[in-house]
């Protein structure tokens, strides 16, 4: 994709190209989209079709992915695998009595959030999610991997140094 300041335009033209490949060939079984996010050729085709959709509704999840992970005793996080390649960083989320899908959801959106307006939150920043629940922002390296990320959690974060 180079390091051009379109990166979602680059994004959407590959999504779109590699969608019109695997429709024409069975050879396909799996698309890794920038050596770090990889997905069946069936959810890459079904998916591709979005490629040129308005925000928020693009296919940002061929782009990037999530897992989680335990935070604590009574806390899971989630983490962001991609997003380094449009923003420079990825995400760390970590609330208190959050997870599963609704985690799962709420660090996707602000993925995607991300992905549109670009880095703009600023270290010590607090935001909010349509949950209306204040959440802080630092900017840290990973516990997990040793990335730069954006930490989105309580303060202070147990993660915290």
Known sequence: MGESEGKIEDAKIVTAVVGGLIAVTAAACAVVFGSRVARSAQSWLDLSARAFVPYPDYPFALWIDVTSFRAGPQSTGALTYGLT????????????????????????????????????????????????????????????NGAPVLRVGPDPSPLDP
Request: with cysteine; hydrophobic share 35%; aromatic share 6%.
């Open 85 to 144: 390649r449009f923003i420079g960083r990825e995400v760390e989320f970590e609330v208190s009595g959050l997870s599963g899908p609704s985690l799962l959801q709420r660090i996707a959106s602000l993925a995607c959030y991300m992905l549109e307006h670009g880095e703009g939150i600023n270290d010590g920043d607090t935001i909010e999610d349509e949950e209306a629940e204040r959440m802080n922002v630092k900017h840290r390296v990973s516990f997990l």
